[in-house]
């Protein structure tokens, strides 16, 4: 079975500091792994995604993330927050390759920026 | 390039009655999903279909629900009757190549 699971619900920092999402999944096939942002009252957007290749991968807004097997992780990070950024992210894992792949979402993260 | 387009935005209805939600994916999208995601939790997929088959629709309370995708372009998703725990967002959304979806906007339904 596969899951998601994304470490705090809400994570608070302030306008340029450091931001860091969690998430960890499980699959006993190789992942596709994927970062989406929604903005209030709005669909998903796809920030990044990790299929095969290089481990750090870059997205859109300057946001990036790196795909650790070792540690089945795939935290988002971005080095200095700004208001805009205030979201709920949501990390999602799809199953094996073909083209009929399924999302598995996490429950989310709320970012809030303070100023 | 047009995005996935959904209607309406905002529904509310009482339990027990029915409901319809329409979506339009991206021009020659061939795969198709419906998610439902109830507050505070990620999207749960609730139907896939490929050009006008279904592929998976393990999560779909069938008894209630139900989707099609005529002629392999728009959906729609019923519900019949509604409950109080269908409230929640109906995410659409619309893929080429299998793995990177594209999101349209949802329908956001209240049952009260």
């Known amino acids: 079975a596969q899951s998601v699971t994304q470490l705090g619900s809400h994570v608070s920092v302030s306008e340029g500091a450091l931001v860091l999402l969690r998430c960890n999944y499980s699959s006993s096939v190789p992942p596709y792994l994927f970062w989406y942002v929604q903005y209030p009252n709005q669909g998903l957007q796809l920030l990044l995604k990790?299929?095969?290749?290089?481990?750090l991968v870059k997205g859109i807004n300057g946001f990036e993330a790196e795909f650790k097997k070792s540690e089945t992780s795939f935290h988002l990070t971005k080095p200095s927050a700004h208001m805009s950024d205030a979201a709920e992210y949501f990390c999602a894992v799809i199953l094996g390759v073909s083209n009929t792949g399924k999302l598995i979402f996490g429950q989310g993260t709320t970012l809030q920026v303070k100023p | 390039e047009a995005g996935v387009a959904q209607s309406p935005r905002y529904k509310i209805i009482e339990k027990r009655q029915s409901v319809a939600f329409w979506c339009n994916p991206i021009?020659?999208?061939?795969?198709l999903y419906w998610y439902q995601q109830i507050l505070g939790q990620g999207p749960k997929l609730l139907i896939q279909f490929q050009n006008n088959g279904v592929v998976d629709d393990s999560q779909l309370p069938k008894d209630r629900f139900s989707a099609e995708r005529l002629k392999g372009v728009d959906s729609t998703l019923k519900i019949q009757p509604a409950k109080l725990e269908d409230s929640a967002v109906y995410l659409c959304?619309?893929?080429?190549?299998?793995?990177?979806?594209?999101f349209g906007p949802g329908t956001r339904l209240t049952v009260t």
């Open positions: 959304a619309s893929s080429a190549q299998g793995y990177e979806q594209y």
């Open positions: 021009s020659g999208h061939a795969t």
């Open positions: 990790y299929t095969t290749g290089a481990t």
